[in-house]
């Protein structure tokens, strides 16, 4: 389902409207998973919600049931809690090795204390994707 759509005999908007992004910044972060996706050929996931303590670990769960998970990126942002985990597939990490992973969550970590959280998320990919080159 894309943004915008109703849900299929409901007749309202999916829940993903309810959470603390606009319309236009789910659209620009979409565009931007897109084309890390298609520049990389590598696949990038934002999950944006609660993590359950042990943080790390939950990131890591989520990452796991992802359909490629060693050739994924998964970005973790609880704004709440303020915390962030970048969890790269076995693939992905030789591409994106965990220094460069905290590059990207330190520009990320700046944009969301300036209250920017879409636009960290996209600029996060944006690095990522940098940085893993064309694949």
């Known amino acids: 389902m894309t943004v915008g759509e109703k849900q299929a005999g409901t007749g309202t908007p999916p829940e993903v409207l ?5 319309t236009r910044q789910l659209l620009r ?15 990038f996931s ?7 303590e042990p943080i790390r670990e939950h990131a890591e769960r989520l990452h796991r049931q992802l359909a490629e998970p060693d050739r994924s990126i ?3 942002v609880s704004p709440n809690q303020r915390q962030l985990e970048i969890v790269t597939g076995r693939h992905a990490r030789k591409r ?3 220094t460069y992973a905290r ?3 330190l520009s ?3 944009a969301f204390g300036g209250g920017d959280l879409a636009g960290g998320i996209i600029n996060g990919l944006d690095q990522l ?4 080159g064309k694949g």
């Open 74 to 76: 998964l970005i973790a």
């Open 18 to 22: 309810d959470g603390p992004f606009s």
């Open 29 to 43: 972060i979409d565009e931007a998973l897109r084309l890390a996706d298609q520049g990389t050929g590598l696949v």
């Open 108 to 110: 990320m970590v700046a």
């Open 129 to 132: 994707a940098s940085h893993a």
């Open 96 to 98: 994106i090795p965990d």
């Open 46 to 52: 934002v999950f944006v919600g609660g993590l359950d």
């Open 103 to 105: 590059l990207a969550a």
